[in-house]
């Protein structure tokens, strides 16, 4: 079932509240041009947020589990889209 074009509402819902107006060269310091590197990163970079901003227990817990439902790869592909939309010239 899709949520607002993504595939659901936990992908919706991170790359609104983690990633919206975020490049990849901006989490990874370079262009990338493969989707799978891209979700690596950005995976490993909302979970270090939430190591970072949260303590053990059961909301911790519950932010862990809701990541588990996000789809990295569709995140990391639109950002690379949007990356080579940005260099194209109209």
């Keep these: 079932m ?7 509402y936990a992908t919706w819902r991170v790359n609104l509240e983690m990633f919206d107006g975020v490049t990849a ?5 370079q262009t990338v041009a493969y989707p ?6 950005l ?5 270090q947020l939430i190591h970072d901003t949260s303590s ?5 817990d519950y932010a ?3 990541l588990s439902d996000v789809d ?8 690379i889209v949007d990356q080579d939309d940005e260099g ?3």
């Design 2 to 8: 899709s949520y607002n074009g993504w595939s659901n």
């Design 25 to 29: 060269q901006e989490i990874t310091g």
């Design 36 to 41: 799978s590197e891209l979700a690596k990163q």
């Design 43 to 47: 995976k490993d970079y909302a979970e």
């Design 56 to 60: 053990e227990g059961l909301v911790r």
């Design 64 to 66: 862990f589990a809701f």
């Design 72 to 79: 990295w790869y569709e995140i990391a592909n639109n950002m």
């Design 88 to 90: 194209v010239d109209e």
